[in-house]
């Protein structure tokens, strides 16, 4: 099993608030992903990493920043939310570099913002 | 990335073999073929990949032609435990530009008793 954690599992917030969404990989993976998938939807990528200090803007606009200070360490973060930010963030984390870049994915954060 | 075709849902019974095929008309020369299960409320979970003609594992087969413009995932002797949604995934993710996954809308697959 892979070894990639997202913290929390659930949350629910009122709107306005300031949030982080945290995940870790032991696994010493370069890349690392934030998903935002709807109940029954298709997953879609917002932020990718392809190593420390490097950030990039997925295919789907979104609202929230990330950082990546450390190999392991993805967090994401939303200055002020708002209801059309609920939804499940999925973080994943691969190998650098070879053509089969399998992705391993947390648990997910199930979000809920009033 | 190669666009990809799959059915929206499949039905099956406890037992049986299901057999999940995926198109993908415009699979480039370095692009791989990945399968990805996921259940209600968790993260997709890697099944299979391939390239060329049969993988197989513990849990799964990949079929892939010589024109590589389509592969179907067999699952044998499906159980309740099965139900879940399988995306196929294609692309060449040795390059900086292609290393992103781009999910479609998967295959719901039902598994009944």
């Known amino acids: 099993e892979a070894d990639i954690y997202q913290t929390p599992r659930y949350l629910v917030i009122g709107t306005g608030k300031k949030i982080t969404l945290e995940c870790s990989q032991t696994m010493g993976h370069d890349k690392m992903y934030w998903y935002q998938q709807d109940p029954g939807m298709e997953l879609h990528l917002i932020h990718y990493?392809?190593?420390?200090?490097?950030?990039e803007k997925g295919d789907l606009s979104s609202e929230s920043t990330v950082s990546r200070i450390r190999t392991e360490h993805f967090p994401l973060t939303l200055e002020s939310a708002r209801p059309s930010h609920t939804s499940q963030y999925l973080c994943?984390?691969?190998?650098?570099?070879?053509?089969?870049?399998?992705?391993?994915f947390g648990a997910g954060t199930r979000l809920s913002v009033l | 990335l190669a666009k990809t075709t799959q059915p929206i849902s499949m039905d099956s019974y406890e037992g049986q073999e299901v057999n999940i095929t995926c198109s993908h008309n415009n699979i480039a020369t370095n692009d791989y073929i990945t399968w990805y299960q996921q259940f209600p409320s968790q993260g997709p979970r890697f099944i299979i990949q391939g390239y060329k003609t049969k993988v197989t594992n513990e849990v799964a087969s990949l079929f892939i032609p010589a024109d590589r413009k389509s592969s179907t995932l067999s699952l044998p002797r499906v159980s309740l435990s099965d139900t879940a949604v399988y995306y196929c995934l294609v692309g060449d993710w040795s390059k900086a530009a292609g290393n992103k996954l781009t999910f479609g809308g998967g295959t719901r697959v039902l598994v009944k008793p």
């Open positions: 990493s392809y190593g420390v200090n490097s950030t």
């Open positions: 994943a984390s691969s190998e650098l570099g070879g053509g089969k870049n399998i992705q391993y």
